[in-house]
């Protein structure tokens, strides 16, 4: 029947693939909002929590006045001060942190008497809480963006570090002896053995980076500072404005989206070595 | 006139990780020697040590006593005149089938140019002219096979060490690929090493097959001359009653050390 055939079609139109993915992640952030806007509008619901029908609105914020004050960041101009030193920020602990990772990482994996001796205190300073250390790089640092900048470092260096670590010494003893019976000297080895075998360990640990990177920045703005969207947020708190720290909030999120996505983009450019799951083509 | 390759009273003991107090020799005073543009092929059951001995003749793995020969003279660090080729997949997976071809040109410092265009040569060679930008995962395992030889072949080494290079593949793909080798070894005539448990391969491939005993402290115990005419094909020349009579012979020596062999993994087992 025709009307039936409708229907299956619709419905098979209506099923999640590929091509409707994105609409149907852009409704969960749609429902999300409404969700949002309904349990905290003082006059949609009465009261059922709150003896207050204004209190909702003040512990949870209101969705419409949240994208407002990001729009107004925008439309004045006057975010793009904090944005950029939250993201320079960022990008610096992520590359100091991601370099250094890489470079000791390498060291220790290829150097064993190193690794042993130095492996408690490794597994300590990872162990230890390293937000705490934000106070003394404030006094070694001062207020500026070289504080931040550092607790973003100390986050970030360890993810990666294990990561290069754990690659470097899960290199295939059969590629690496195939390489030296080829004429690879030491130098060579590390360049086009021991790296590019790492790498597929490293970009997955940038994915975790990234966002700790953000972390680092804006604790560290939080914690004490005169800019950045960190700095916004504590303001705001400051003076009970429980919309403007969502704003802030959402606003990092969708920044650390787009550098996990240049991530991904720079990783896919990368590794085409690598093998992916094929998929066949129905016909 | 000395010997290609030769191995003189090879000793190989290995210690235990955990306790060092547990000694395991695999290989037990071995001599052997490849002549100057000889196949040599080396049998034996699985678990037997023929690996080591060849690990041995590369210099990646020192023996615990006894030395090795290369033209004479004797090999310290890696043997730099040899090419290795190994049983699993050694090809470096982040580089395409040219890069890796060209990899040991490359680690000589070889115009960049220069090595692409020989390359290009050699993956023609081995059948694989179309295939330079393919990474291993996309190529099947004969094809990175055939890679892996081009690989070891451009540097044109002196010595093939050969580590059941074959194995892997299946009986079609094995056939094609050892006549391929014969016809790029008789080509240059380099001295190969040849290591398998194939007794069939073994004859069909080479000048001379040395039969060793099973693990451990392995050692040679029977040495043939495969008198068969070449140019051979493989599939071919296993039907012939020279080849019959041949493997009959040397599996009669074979074949109490291999029922040992497996006995002992029954054990282990």
């Known amino acids: 029947m025709p009307a039936n055939s409708a229907k299956a079609s619709l419905r098979s139109a209506l099923a999640p693939n590929p091509r409707n993915l994105r609409a149907y992640q852009a409704l969960v952030l749609a429902l999300v909002f409404a969700l949002w806007y309904v349990l905290t509008s003082p006059t949609l619901l009465p009261p059922f929590y709150f003896d207050n029908p204004h209190k909702a609105a003040f512990f949870f914020g209101e969705p419409q006045k949240v994208l407002g004050r990001i729009w107004a960041w925008f439309v004045s101009g006057e975010i793009y001060r904090h944005l950029w030193v939250t993201l320079i920020e960022t990008l610096l602990a992520f590359a100091i942190g991601t370099g250094l990772g890489v470079a000791i990482g390498i060291w220790l994996a290829l150097s064993p008497s190193a690794s042993a001796i130095l492996d408690p205190y490794i597994k300590g300073l990872n162990a230890m809480p390293r937000v705490i250390l934000a106070p003394i790089f404030f006094v070694w640092f001062g207020l500026g963006m070289a504080s931040k900048v550092a607790l973003g470092v100390t986050l970030v260096f360890f993810i990666v570090f294990f990561n290069v670590y754990q690659g470097v010494r899960e290199v295939s003893p059969v590629v690496l002896a195939n390489a030296q019976m080829l004429g690879a000297t030491p130098r060579q080895l590390l360049r086009h053995v021991y790296l590019p075998s790492a790498m597929s360990w490293v970009f997955a640990s940038l994915h975790n980076s990234v966002g700790l990177a953000f972390v680092g920045a804006v604790v560290g703005e939080y914690l004490g500072s005169a800019e950045g969207v960190g700095y916004l947020i504590h303001q705001a708190e400051g003076v009970f404005d429980i919309n403007t720290v969502f704003a802030g909030i959402l606003l990092l999120t969708g920044f650390a989206l787009v550098l996990d996505w240049l991530v991904g983009r720079i990783e896919r450019r990368l590794m085409v070595w690598q093998p992916r799951r094929s998929e066949t083509e129905p016909i | ?269």
Not at chain 2, 48 to 64: I, R
Not at chain 2, 209 to 214: G, I, P, Q, R, T
């Open chain 2, 1 to 269: 006139m000395s010997a290609a390759l030769s191995l003189e009273n090879i000793t190989c003991t290995f210690l235990s990780r955990e306790d060092r107090a547990q000694r395991y020799t695999a290989v037990r005073d071995t001599t052997l020697a490849v002549g100057e543009g000889e196949f040599v092929s080396v049998v034996g059951p699985t678990g037997c040590g023929k690996s080591t001995l060849l690990n041995v003749a590369a210099g990646l793995l020192q023996p615990s006593a006894g030395r090795v020969l290369v033209r004479g003279e004797p090999l310290s660090g890696l043997n730099r005149r040899a090419g290795y080729i190994f049983q699993a997949d050694a090809l470096m997976p982040w580089r395409n089938a040219l890069e890796n071809v060209v990899a040991g040109l490359e680690f000589r410092r070889v115009e960049r140019r220069e090595a692409a265009a020989v390359g290009e040569r050699w993956l023609r060679r081995v059948g694989l002219g179309g295939f330079a930008d393919r990474y291993p995962h996309q190529l099947s395992g004969g094809m990175r096979k055939r890679v892996a030889l081009a690989q070891t072949l451009i540097l044109d080494p002196q010595i093939l060490l050969m580590d059941e290079p074959f194995s892997a593949l299946d009986v079609q793909t094995r056939q094609l690929m050892e006549n391929e080798l014969l016809e790029l070894w008789s080509a240059d005539r380099k001295s190969v090493l040849f290591i398998t448990h194939d007794l069939e391969e073994a004859i069909s491939l080479s000048d001379r097959v040395v039969v060793l005993s099973a693990g451990p402290e392995t050692r040679p115990i029977g040495e043939f001359a495969i008198d068969l005419p070449r140019p051979r094909d493989v599939s071919e020349i296993r039907l012939t009653p020279r080849f019959i009579d041949l493997h009959a012979r040397i599996w009669h020596a074979m074949k109490e050390e291999v029922l040992k062999g497996y006995a002992r993994q029954q054990r282990q087992g």
